[in-house]
């Protein structure tokens, strides 16, 4: 069996590990990015209709200014962010599989018009159909300069890389160059389409999860990791 790597940032590369170890696989975390809080000015929650989270690490790090917020409603991308929303103290939690555009779509079709971003340095600017968004940066998601050791151990032995973020797969790619790795000796299971793209060329493959999903995309990682050189399953089962 191949081993899994998993670049995201803790404390989702843990919870990921854990989830990949109960399906039995082998897997080791070797985080990308470290993720820092940042000060932030809260505008007033009287302006503001629903707040939007792109990840949950907006919840984690935007500190005691959130209980302002927490009475409006949350609009989340992915389980996660949701969760992590909820146990930040945001009652009336919406949770979109796809985007924050199409969350932000919803959001205007019913009624919504002034929407607050809570968003990480490295961010998208969405924006708000029939209204408008105010952005504030509550946390930074800082990269390493080279491979963590992990890393470079593990893509010796033909693993499987796990990307959740656009980010994460450009950054990996680059990094995989400036080791002097191969990229085609390196599987990718990716998060999304977005994250395939970002990733580039190359690579010995690259696989899309069915949703954006954990679940979803350990679902290919498990199929990649027992896969055989020539395309077959390990250990002879039918695998169809």
């Known amino acids: 069996m191949k081993p899994l790597l ?4 803790q404390p989702g590369a843990d919870a990921t590990v854990a989830r990949a170890e109960a399906m039995g696989l082998q897997a080791i975390a070797a985080p990308l990015f470290s993720v820092v809080p940042l000060a932030w000015a809260p505008p007033d929650p009287a302006g503001v209709d629903a707040v939007l989270m792109t990840s949950a690490n907006a919840a984690r790090h935007g500190g005691e200014a959130l209980r302002m917020f927490a009475m409006l409603p949350l609009l989340a991308v992915g389980a996660a962010t949701a969760a992590a929303a909820r146990a930040a103290g945001f009652a009336d939690v919406t949770e979109g599989d796809r985007d924050g555009a199409a969350l932000l779509k919803r ?45 470079r151990e593990l893509l010796t032995r033909e693993a499987i890389v796990l990307c959740h973020s656009p980010r994460a797969a450009g950054l990996f790619g680059r990094l995989v160059d400036k080791a002097g790795l191969a ?58």
């Open 183 to 240: 990229r085609g000796g390196i599987a990718i299971a990716a998060l999304s389409e977005a994250v395939a793209q970002a990733a580039g060329s190359g690579w010995a493959t690259v696989e899309v999860a069915s949703a954006p999903k954990d679940d979803a995309l350990l679902e290919i990682a498990a199929r990649l990791c027992n896969q055989s050189p020539n395309g077959g399953a390990e250990g002879g089962e039918d695998r169809r």
């Open 6 to 9: 998993v670049l995201r940032p």
């Open 107 to 151: 959001a205007s079709e019913r009624g919504c018009r002034r929407v607050l971003h809570l968003a990480g340095r490295d961010h998208m600017d969405l924006p708000m159909p029939g209204g408008s968004i105010e952005r504030r940066i509550v946390y930074a998601a800082d990269a390493v300069g080279d491979l963590p050791a992990p890393a």
